[in-house]
């Protein structure tokens, strides 16, 4: 067995305390995003400014994370969220969790602010505060070029120039490519004047079945490079996403205006500027380009939300502004709704055109968008504004609110116009981080000959095969939450995650199989659903104490009153009163009450694990 | 006779083969104890898959002082008994293909005829294979660049 140690990093105080998380929590929430909201939602108090000291910063490996298991590599980070002013948490993948366990930590606790700019280095067992002030004003590639300079083959996880600028949607960034995109955590590691990270560690995990893992991994492998998406992923990467949405017409285009775009951004066209594909550590995908460009990527996020979202069709230009995001440490899907946003409010002139710091803005502008960014990461002019993310609702005045497509403040990431699918609507208006695909997108809604045998199989009967229909669709959403968090807190990618790509791939029986073999924990199936549920409910917890409300289970003004003009998708919106029944009976099967609020006899249960 | 030939344009990082290597022979999962690395930095832009090469005229055979390391119908093979721990074959090697962790030093034994790590592979740039002209050649102008990596 692997001892589950933490450290707990006072910054403020520049102490270090050093612990084991307990069976019994490993037990109800396994690790990862589980185990890291249960530690912030005993930690935090409700009230705190999300950018002062008294925040907490979470990083958390998934509990496979490390092993010789598929795509097992991720980690979440996990703290209030500057950007919604509720729940942050964000997963991500890369090479840093495996070394940071490697060197004998699952999980690292901040607290405090330090005097001067610092960084947290794990080597085998031991942790140090140390001076960060040679890195400090670095972007996300230089500073972990320069620690490697410093330190040897370690791994980071960084913030940027934005991170330090307080950049509300500023993210976590390890490698060239992989992001703690959401939330704006990175704001939250400059407010604590912490700029990385790092980790180097030799300890290696035990393995409590060596025979049996070896075995089980590789049936696993077999089955899941067999599969049709793992090998279209593994060649094109997430981009062949787009197409797919574009044809529905559910392509967020000119900040939800249109619902499609231009076919110049089809995954094919970004091939040319593939060098090789890469991977994260453990990875069986490898769905990452290694762009032409000095680069990794885009994903199908940053293609829909800083292409067609502000109105760019050259892929050229889409690498690039994706590069710069990254290099920025800027999340691509925030900068592109908050861009696309504020060029809705000047050109349709709901917004004083002087409230704009005399910047003339329009779609379809690869310069303008290009150096609004940079402002944007540097608090510049204008940039200033857009740096504070739905919050400048408060500059721009509450009319503006009506043109932001976020859920609890949070800018939408999936670059699908949900207008459509209805599953996706209800999955975006109740994601625990606001308006997210990751945490609960019932994807299988969008395969639309995919038998229905199948769909019931796995979400449950009783839900209609028309995806424009409302009926029944709480189910795909309260399954696919579930689902998601678990894979999340064990810390395997969610592009092998049964329900997320596919019908088929990892799921509760393969996730049950790897934490026997690997960790030696047996759990039931149903105990690891189980698991799923609190994890979400612990979720919910934490931001009803964040002051959230029923009325934040909601929607874009947009999604309801203006229908989809364009394609198959034309003429749909979201109805209001359907909407607002099918939000009935997804909180009836998650238990909750009719205001979406978790019942006292749950929290008590909850509060009680220790 | 078999080899491992390796193919960095193929080679995604993952390091799977390393923890293969680890958990085969030491029941744990550790990039840094095992005889096959990933050598790779994505801000210099390469993954390469370093193993023992098995070279004809191999510096590690020649420079241990126990005779404890000999070639054995071509492959590099450590005698644990004569093994006094010196660390000099690993020092020599000049692909870094002999590792060390802690006490213990790691050379690749080829898993007596059956290597798992190349089991484990998702893109086949690691191939337990016979030896042929071509794959001999291209090991050769491999070599070369793993030696300007390490450099």
Known sequence: ?610 | MKYIFVYPERCTGCRLCSLACSLTKYGECNPRKAAISVVRDEFERFEFPVVCFQCQDAPCVSACPQNAITKDEGVVTRDDDRCIGCRLCAVVCPFSAITTHGKELIHCDLCGGDPQCVKYCSTKAIEYAEETQEAMQRRKEQLARVLIIEK
């Not at chain 1, 002013?85 to 999980?107: I, K, Q, S, V, W």
């Open chain 1, 1 to 610: 067995m692997t001892a589950n140690q933490y450290a707990i990093v006072n910054l403020s105080k520049g102490s270090v305390k050093i612990g084991e998380t307990s069976a019994s929590i490993i037990r109800s929430y396994l690790g990862g995003r589980g185990t890291n909201v249960y530690y912030l939602n005993k930690l935090l108090r409700k009230d705190v400014d999300p950018l002062s000291p008294e925040n907490v910063l979470i990083f958390g490996s998934g509990l496979l994370t490390g092993f010789l298991i598929p795509n097992a590599s991720r980690f979440n980070v996990t703290a209030k969220s500057p950007e919604s002013g509720f729940l942050g948490d964000t997963n991500c993948g890369g090479y840093f969790a495996p070394e940071m366990r490697y060197a004998g930590f699952d999980r690292v606790i901040i607290l405090g602010k330090a005097k001067k700019p610092s960084y947290i280095f794990l080597q085998d067992g031991s942790v140090e505060i140390r001076d960060a002030s040679a890195y400090w004003g670095l972007d996300t590639y230089d500073v972990q070029t320069e620690l490697r300079k410093d330190l040897g083959d370690v791994q980071a996880a960084v913030t940027g120039e934005a991170g330090e600028k307080l950049v509300r949607f500023a993210n976590i960034r390890n490698g060239v490519k992989n992001a703690g995109g959401r939330g704006g955590l990175g704001a939250v590691m400059g407010s604590k004047n912490l700029k990385a990270l790092v980790a180097y560690g030799t300890r290696g995990l035990k393995v409590a079945h060596p025979e049996q893992l070896l075995e089980l991994t590789r049936r696993v492998n077999d089955y899941v490079m067999n599969s049709k998406v793992i090998s279209v992923m593994g060649k094109l990467g997430s981009p062949y996403l787009y197409d797919v949405s574009n044809e529905l017409g559910a392509i967020r285009t000119k900040n939800s205006q249109l619902n499609a775009w231009s076919d110049s951004l089809n995954a094919e066209y970004f091939e040319e500027y593939a060098e090789k594909m890469v991977s994260c550590a453990s990875c069986i995908v490898h769905c990452r380009h290694r762009n032409t460009m000095n680069g990794e990527g885009p994903e199908y996020t940053t293609i829909g939300l800083l292409g067609a979202n502000i109105g760019i069709s050259d892929p050229k230009q889409v690498i690039e502004l994706n590069n710069l995001c990254n290099r920025l440490g800027l999340d691509t899907a925030s900068a592109g709704s908050i861009l696309a946003w504020v060029f809705e409010l000047y050109e349709k002139g709901i917004v004083d055109r002087t409230k704009f710091h005399g910047e003339k803005l329009e779609f379809e502008n690869f310069e303008l968008a290009k150096s609004l960014l940079e402002k944007t990461a540097r608090r510049e002019g204008l940039g200033d504004v857009l740096a504070e993310s739905s919050q400048a609702v408060q500059y721009f005045g509450p009319k503006s609110a009506d043109y932001l497509i976020a859920v609890k403040n949070l800018p939408q990431s999936d670059p699908h116009d949900v207008r459509y699918i209805k599953a996706f609507a209800l999955g975006i208006a109740t994601a625990s981080r606001g308006a997210d695909h990751l945490r609960s997108r019932p994807t299988l809604e969008i395969f639309l000959r995919l038998p229905q045998e199948v769909k019931e199989k796995i979400y449950g009967t009783g839900i209609s095969p028309d995806p424009t229909s409302y009926e029944g669709k709480e189910k795909t959403v309260f399954w696919s939450d579930n689902m998601y968090a678990v894979i999340d807190a064990v810390g395997i990618c969610k592009f092998i995650c049964h329900g997320f790509n596919s019908p088929h791939l990892i799921g509760y029986e393969q996730v049950r199989e790897f934490l026997q073999a690997a960790v030696g924990l047996d759990f039931e199936v149903q105990e690891l659903k189980e698991i799923g549920q609190r994890i979400i409910d612990t979720e919910r917890i934490l931001n009803l104490r964040f002051g959230l409300t029923r009325a934040d289970d909601s929607l874009p003004k947009r999604y309801f009153d203006d229908p989809a003009p364009l394609k198959t998708a034309q003429g749909h919106h979201i109805d209001r009163q359907q909407f607002q029944t099918m939000l009935n009976r997804y909180y009836q099967l998650r238990g909750w009450n009719d205001q979406g609020m978790v019942t006292h006899k749950r929290i008590t249960e909850l509060e009680a694990i220790e």
